[in-house]
């Protein structure tokens, strides 16, 4: 018979200790079309660059190609993560008012969010942070698709759950043949809105 | 031509993932028809084959693609498909040829709720039996079912092992979530990991019988284009696979079906055990739903509740001997899966008298979380 990977850690106790839990939970929501998947995915490559970090990434979406409500969950750790989805979010990012109603009580007491203040006009909490994304990605980046990139920019520079170095060599990789320099303006656009939001 | 991919640790889908399992075991052809949520794996087999050497081909539906993985694999080649449920099902007349003409093929079912076209975008767990009793007839069915990205990889591999060592068509059941779910892995390289070939026939070619009675009840297979000459029907067949009627030739044919794949179930058979030893109530369950099983087990732990988890890697042949082992000083086992209650059913059959056995069932669309599967701990224990 195979036993397959009895966890090491568990075998040799027989009281079975158990490791408190370090997860920390992120999930970014919108619409089809906001690119939040997209945006969790360059943020979970970002995290997965320190080979002492854990994470899972996972989506829902409906069955439409636009619109819809769409959400990007993330766990990470630094040990083992079993259960692949949210329990309780420590950073939700929405880009609309429904996602933002609809997903404010998955939030920690203390955790935080960040909204796209254009699009959310109730902000139901107090810990929270709000930023024109798509005004912001059209005005000072001249499109509005790289509105993703400025709020991947603002969540890392209020949490630091990332390094600036690590999002930035990610967003370049995933930047489409000569929008580099775009993308990474946006970054930065995003670091900077939130650095100063942070400092009031 | 080898297939080639960096080692480095990569940000990886588990339905890339399959993909890239697949070519590593070798598979050179793939046949199929998208379909939500497995669509990533015929994304990749169309973009990767060519490159190592191999043909991919979108057929027109479900039924063609498993005929055509078929004929492809009687050329010698490692074949695959891959599907979600309204997929699978047009799959099983088919599937059905492959097992009684015992020709290895992997059928990967990605998991998503129906009947019909039911949920394409949600999870469920609720194809479980039809990767078992899927096509009509006597047969024994091997389903592998991974939990995580690296095991989408590996059982992959595994799959076409398993194919290849018996002959035989095998499943193996993902899920929506772990399809699409995305985590850090990498890249087992080339040789770390075990890739089993088919017996081939050293004999001259006028002794050769494509359907002989091996002590293994496996026969060595020539590929069509060998040389050696044999026939393939669905009709049940003699040993160069002539349909029959002589009821020793038909019984014959019967019990190799089944007894290459029983007699060596252990060679199959792969669990996934943790802190049992000491267990009063065990949770069972596979794939996406064991993650958050695992989750639960340890917050009953950190409650001082002696909970245990039993995860099959491999769900069919059901490891009927390695349960009966494992839950003979188990007082309860709880059965968490996500359809209306399947596998429940299994362990009602082999538990002991002693241990009872309770289940705890979610097919709205949404997985089971971790608190839910406590609760219900809490509720049986």
Partial sequence: ?200 | MPHRITSARKLMQGNEACVHGALYAGCRFFGGYPITPSTEIAEGMARLLPKCGGHFIQMEDEIASMASIIGASLTGTKSMTATSGPGFSLMQENIGYAYITEVPVVVVNVQRGGPSTGLPTKIAQADTMQARYGTHGDYQAITVAPASVRECFEQTVKAFNFAERFRTPVTMLTDEVLGHMREMITIPESGELEVVDREKPDVPHEWYHHFEITPTLVSPMASMGDGYRYHVTGLVHDQDGFPTANPNEIKAKMDKLRNKIVRFADEVTQLDVEMVDDAGIVVFAYGTTARAARQAVHMAREKRIRAGLIRPITIWPFPDDQLRELLAHVRRVLVVELNQGQLIHEIERVAPKTCKVAGLTRYDGEVLNPVEIFKRILEVK
């Fill in chain 1, 1 to 200: 018979m195979t036993t397959a990977r009895e966890h090491k850690t568990h075998r040799d106790s027989k009281s079975h200790k158990v490791p408190k839990d370090d997860r920390y939970e992120v999930r970014l929501s919108g619409s089809g079309g906001h690119g939040v998947i997209l945006a969790c995915v360059m943020l979970a490559r970002a995290i997965g660059t320190d080979p002492r970090r854990n994470v899972v990434l996972t989506q829902s979406y409906g069955p439409e190609a636009r619109g819809g409500a769409v959400r990007a969950d993330l766990v990470m750790a630094k040990g083992a993560i079993f259960y692949p989805k949210t329990m309780k979010l420590d950073l939700l990012l929405t880009f609309t008012q429904e996602a933002c109603d609809k997903y404010c009580q998955d939030l920690k007491p203390d955790g935080l969010l960040v909204v796209d203040s254009t699009m959310v006009t109730k902000v139901p909490i107090k810990n929270s942070y709000g930023f024109p994304f798509i005004r912001l990605a059209r005005e000072k980046v001249g499109h509005p698709m790289v509105a993703n990139v400025i709020a991947l920019g603002a969540i890392a520079e209020l949490t630091g759950i990332v390094p600036r170095e690590a999002i930035r060599a990610i967003v370049k990789e995933f930047a489409p043949k000569g929008t580099e320099e775009k993308n990474l303006k946006a970054l930065q656009v995003g670091f900077d809105v939130a650095k100063k939001a942070k400092r009031k």
